[in-house]
């Protein structure tokens, strides 16, 4: 795995980047697609996916800095600042980016008067896209989203060629929970983490792949919002009880630690399980407020699309 797609006089493209911006761009396309069959304003619906996809990285990286501060401490200035806004080695909060997004719609449909709702369930598929991509991603970046190490036998071996794999997890960390230094070996001259981890990049990508399939079914609803509180449901369901429980995280509180060659790396409870159980009680209350209102059709919107008002 090498983390940079394309080097050109020195300036490099991170796959990274790349995978993101191509699971943006589907996204996009599948909502702007359904946002003219459903006759909404397509203009207006482009507009807010552009102003929710800036805000959003700013929000994904905000949360992201506050939350892995350790990894910015001793930086000197002004160097700090340059790695802070820093995108292309990867490090972002999908929980930031999701929170800066949903602030952007909000204060945009509220300004146009558009049905919050509607344009919201539309930007799920694309979200789910961007959360393929972003793993993948991870995966090339090699050091990012990385898996405690295990004895189980679905533990991966990265491979001695992934680089930025090893020469990431071979540095002294100083949380000893998180440090896997104590694993590396001296393999052809170059040190080489060797504990089998849990493959939690992939664990994300499968993630993804399922939001994405369930997003089309969520969407055949006649109540919106349906597919919104479905997916930060299952979204936080599956992260949290799947790909964060198996991730090399800080604990938060530290309840339950058991990693290692002989233990199955688990780790409760981190920042996102916390998060997690908060927006999973919150879903599942709006999906039951949602499911007592009557079933309701969309119309077109004056000045949508299509529609004999023009925009």
Known sequence: MNPVFLNIGGFTIAWYGVLITLGIVAGVWVGTKMARERGLNVDR???LILWMIIWGLVGARLVFVATSWHQFEGIPFPRILLDIINLRQGGISIHGGLIGGILVMLYYTRKYRMPFYQYADLCVPGVAFGIIGGRLGNIMNGTDTVGRVTGWPIGFRWPDSARAFHDGMCVRAANPDMDLSQYCQQIGGQLVMTAPVHFTQLYG??????LSIAAFFWLRSRRPGWAFWQFWLWYSILR????ETFRLNPLLPKAY???GLDAPGIGLFTETHLISIVLIVLSIWMLLR?????????????????????A
């Open 205 to 210: 990508v499968i993630i993804g792949i399922i």
């Open 240 to 243: 949290a009880g799947w790909e």
């Open 290 to 310: 949602l499911r007592r209102q009557p079933e309701t059709r969309v119309d077109p919107v004056p000045g949508s699309a299509g529609s004999a008002t023009p």
């Open 257 to 259: 630690l058991n990693q």
């Open 45 to 47: 619906f482009n507009d």
